[in-house]
């Protein structure tokens, strides 16, 4: 089982959830994705990065997951830019 790269409190749907991230490639352009829904079921999904947006791979999701993409997105981003300032600083 791979880490978790980092996890993101985002709200979705009508709450608050975490989201667990793991990278899946040296790259940084693919993500896989879990949260627990109301019944503490995990729901995994990937996140791919396609032109320079950052998608969900799977259309049969969730509204309330799909209604925070573009929040996912924005941790993804966040988290992709300070890993490279922590690189920076390491060398």
């Known amino acids: 089982m791979m880490s978790i790269h980092f996890s993101k409190i985002i709200k979705a749907g009508d709450r608050n959830r975490e989201f667990n991230f793991t990278r899946t490639n040296r790259s940084g352009n693919q993500y896989n994705v879990n949260v627990p829904d109301e019944r503490g ?3 995994f999904f990937t ?3 396609d032109g320079g947006v950052w998608k969900t791979s799977l259309d ?3 509204a309330w997951v799909m ?3 573009e ?3 924005k941790a993804i981003e966040e ?3 300070s890993s490279v300032e922590r ?3 390491s060398k």
């Open 41 to 43: 079921n995990r729901i």
């Open 67 to 69: 209604s925070a993409e």
């Open 47 to 49: 996140m791919q990065q």
């Open 79 to 81: 988290e992709n830019k």
């Open 60 to 62: 049969i999701l969730p």
């Open 87 to 89: 690189e920076g600083r």
């Open 71 to 73: 929040e996912l997105s």
